[in-house]
């Protein structure tokens, strides 16, 4: 990887005091930055005065080469410090930097007992980590300085340099420019002092081992982004917003626009006390090619018939709802519209996303809130958000009916008619080549990984927005991946609204819908098709920022029984 340096450009601009050892004793002259490090090798104290930075006070650390000894640090100005070095032929390193923040046993390096010189490494998201600056900047994180130490926060506390990934700007606090997802450089940084890499990852604490960035390969695939709910701009129909209008859902194709995604209610499986307060981040990884299989190659149906609506259970067989006979299982949700007439329907906005936090059990069971979500909305009970949630609903439909259940206690007859058995004939439902991509594929190394899944709506809309505007098709093909091409399914099923499917006038009728949400990645636009007819499926996993995911019964919401 690249390694981290100096950005001369800015430093080229940034005026102040350099101190450095001279032949004849201390010196100090008026210069920038970038030729205080690279030709001077001294201290620069930014935006003073030689005289000013001459009575400046620092940390001096002093190394006794005849006693092979390191003195305690010592608070003393530049010139103090060399004046007792040179006064007893010892060795010594000064910074402005004070002695609560330096161990002066980490900056002299020792071939005796192997000592390295070490100081404080900064991941960018408050994480600290003590190591020599090769390694530091090998890592592309940002090294403090020689001797410094972990343990005052400097990762975190202060105000230093921000990086955005675009721009960098100097006097952010750490917590508020970690909590907006940027990089923090270290407390008293400036952005000058190095390079504010675009293509970072702003959530590498949660993956130890790796320093990825995107276009990496990662876990059988290649790193695309980081996903946001809730946060992640995207590009996808109006109705994915929060601004619905029966009349965009009448209209045989969406208007596309650049959205924000929101966070749906669903929860991603985490276990968390109050979800609506949490912003998550996930890494998307996204497979090397389209799924294949061996009877139509590339091209699979949503589902075998119009509903595909599959329990959650455990991978030994146990039911995870507390109401999953009778209505659960069959019930893919509905769009109330009271008022038909009315051009605005408020009960959609008000049930399906805006205020779903109101409609969940806070605590730390996520199939509860699974229970008591809204089964109202564009999309019915299908995820607009989180594709994890929906490849499971089809998958388990698939497994319960391989295992040979009675449907007639679970699902309406018409998923599997007469119990009709999958016909290798006909063409290849989404279901069944998500469980065979997860079986014969690459399997995750890191637990916060997932498994392979079908992305959802929201989540295809932020990739077509990293089509469009950062060059993913390069980034894939650069990797050695396909290209994103041709119509591709989302997980996320829905209604043929402008045949009025889907739509209750009393807020009690059950809905199956026909239909499911694909992407067009040649015209950019979403479409409303046919669950029978055919499309490419392009899996994704996710890695968690947070380093958390669902557990003992819960982790089924984060897998695919297989």
């Known amino acids: 990887m690249k390694k981290q340096s100096s950005n001369p450009l800015s430093a080229l601009n940034i005026n102040g005091s350099c101190l450095y050892e001279g032949p004849t004793g201390p010196v100090c002259i008026s210069t920038n930055a970038e030729k205080c490090q690279s030709q001077y090798k001294g201290v620069f104290v930014e935006g003073s005065t030689c005289g000013s930075a001459s009575g400046l006070n620092g940390s001096c650390c002093l190394w006794d080469p005849e006693n092979k000894t390191i003195l305690p640090c010592q608070t003393s100005t530049f010139l103090a410090c060399q004046t007792l070095a040179e006064s007893f032929n010892f060795k010594f390193n000064w910074s402005v930097v004070s002695c609560k923040e330096r161990k002066c046993?980490?900056?002299?390096?020792?071939?005796?007992?192997?000592?390295?010189?070490?100081?404080?490494?900064?991941?960018?998201?408050?994480?600290?980590?003590?190591?020599t600056q090769e390694d530091c900047e090998n890592s592309q994180f940002f090294y403090q300085g020689n001797g410094t130490i972990c343990d005052k926060g400097i990762c975190i506390e202060g105000t230093?340099?921000?990086?955005?990934?675009?721009?960098?700007?100097?006097?952010i606090t750490g917590t508020y420019c970690v909590e907006n997802k940027s990089l923090y450089l270290g407390k008293g940084k400036r952005c000058w002092e190095f390079t504010c890499e675009t293509n970072r990852l702003p959530c590498l604490d949660s993956i130890t081992t790796e320093k990825l960035k995107i276009g990496d390969l990662f876990e059988g695939g290649v790193v695309v982004g980081i996903y946001q709910p809730g946060n992640s701009k995207g590009i996808g129909p109006k109705f994915l917003t929060n601004q619905v209008e029966i009349d965009d859902l009448l209209k045989s194709e969406a208007e596309t626009i650049e959205l924000t995604t929101i966070a749906d209610g669903r929860g991603y499986g985490e276990i968390e006390e109050n979800l609506c307060e949490i912003n998550y981040s996930y890494i998307m990884i996204m497979s090397m090619s389209p799924i294949v299989n061996d009877l139509t190659k590339t091209r699979y149906t949503w589902s075998r018939d119009s509903n595909a609506w599959g329990p959650l259970f455990t991978s030994w067989g146990k039911i995870l709802e507390s109401n999953t006979i009778d209505l659960n299982l069959k019930n893919e949700g509905f769009v109330y519209n009271n008022v038909f007439s009315n051009?605005?329907?408020?009960?959609?906005?008000r049930d399906n996303m805006v205020n779903y936090c109101n409609k969940r059990s806070v605590g730390d069971d996520p199939i509860k809130r699974l229970d008591n979500r809204s089964t109202q909305g564009i999309c019915g009970k299908w995820s607009t958000d989180w594709g994890m949630y929906n490849t499971i609903r089809l998958t388990n439909a698939k497994i319960f009916d391989q295992a040979g259940i009675d449907y007639d206690q679970y699902l309406t007859k018409s998923l599997y008619q007469s119990g009709e058995k999958f016909d290798s004939n006909r063409m290849v439902?989404?279901?069944?080549?998500?469980?065979?991509?997860?079986?014969?594929?690459?399997?995750?190394?890191?637990?916060?990984?997932?498994?392979?899944?079908?992305?959802?709506?929201?989540?295809?809309a932020y990739i077509l927005r990293e089509i469009k505007l950062n060059n993913l098709n390069e980034t894939l093909i650069a990797a050695g991946a396909y290209p994103i091409t041709d119509i591709n399914w989302t997980s996320t099923g829905a209604f043929d609204y402008k045949n009025l499917e889907g739509i209750s006038e009393t807020g009690e009728t059950c809905s199956v819908g026909k239909v499911a949400l694909a992407v067009n990645s040649n015209t950019m636009k979403f479409e409303i098709r046919n669950r029978m007819?055919?499309?490419?499926?392009?899996?994704?996993?996710?890695?968690?920022?947070?380093?958390?995911?669902?557990?003992?019964?819960?982790?089924?919401?984060?897998?695919?029984?297989?």
């Open 343 to 349: 051009k605005i329907n408020n009960s959609i906005i």
């Open 429 to 460: 439902d989404l279901a069944t080549a998500i469980l065979e991509y997860n079986k014969t594929s690459t399997s995750a190394n890191n637990p916060n990984t997932s498994d392979w899944f079908v992305a959802s709506a929201n989540e295809w």
């Open 160 to 171: 230093g340099g921000c990086c955005n990934g675009v721009t960098c700007n100097d006097g």
């Open 105 to 131: 046993e980490y900056v002299f390096e020792s071939k005796a007992s192997r000592q390295p010189i070490l100081g404080a490494c900064c991941n960018g998201n408050g994480l600290c980590k003590e190591t």
């Open 533 to 562: 007819e055919p499309a490419l499926a392009r899996p994704i996993r996710l890695v968690t920022c947070n380093g958390k995911y669902p557990t003992s019964d819960y982790s089924s919401l984060w897998r695919i029984n297989k």
